[in-house]
């Protein structure tokens, strides 16, 4: 027991005369160089990689930064990668519409040259129509009055008020005078609607 009591005995001494007084040199030196503008830390991991044994232990700042910056060029490279994809399936979506669009105008285009048509025929046959029309007026204007009274009863009666309407006022009276009561005032009731 004696020679476990001596042994704790020299190591308190240790501790107590050599160790904590360095440490406290050690502490009170590194704040002093500290405050007075040397940089310690940087000196200190200068001095430990060109120890051959504790280089390993010390992490150079510089490559540090290397892996770093390389690891954030990569995640950059990834995440601009990621925004070419989606722009390009937006563009591919895009383009899709615009073709959609292109088609809906092609088949809007195809059906205004048919309207186009179709209205150039209605018109060249109202024209036609006019024209027949007004031939016919000229015609019955032109033959005594007596005859179209006589021909106009065994027209139907939309053709007769067609006629009828489109005749001159005189023209008109000489004709409904040659005609019978029934036939005038008939022919006098279609003009009226």
Do not use: C, W
């Amino acid at each position: 027991m004696e020679v476990v009591e001596k042994r704790s005995s020299k190591i308190q001494s240790f501790i107590f005369l050599f160790l904590i007084p360095l440490l406290f040199t050690v502490i009170l030196s590194l704040v002093l160089m500290q405050r007075a503008g040397i940089n310690v830390v940087s000196q200190v991991k200068e001095i430990s990689q060109k120890i051959p044994g504790v280089s390993s232990f010390v992490i150079d700042e510089s490559e540090n930064e290397k892996i770093t910056t390389e690891e954030r060029l990569n995640k950059n490279i990834e995440n601009l990668q990621l925004k070419m994809e989606e722009k390009d399936s937006t563009i591919d979506e895009l383009n899709m519409i615009v073709q959609e669009k292109e088609n809906e105008i092609s088949s809007l285009d195809q059906e205004l040259k048919r309207v186009k048509f179709e209205l150039t025929s209605i018109q060249q046959e109202q024209h036609d129509d006019r024209n027949i029309e007004v031939e016919i007026t000229k015609l019955y204007e032109t033959m005594t009055p007596k005859k179209a009274a006589l021909i106009i009863p065994n027209l139907e009666d939309a053709e007769a008020k067609l006629i009828l309407s489109s005749l001159k006022t005189n023209t008109l009276a000489a004709i409904l005078e040659r005609m019978s009561p029934e036939d005038a005032a008939k022919f006098t009731k279609l003009l009226a609607e």
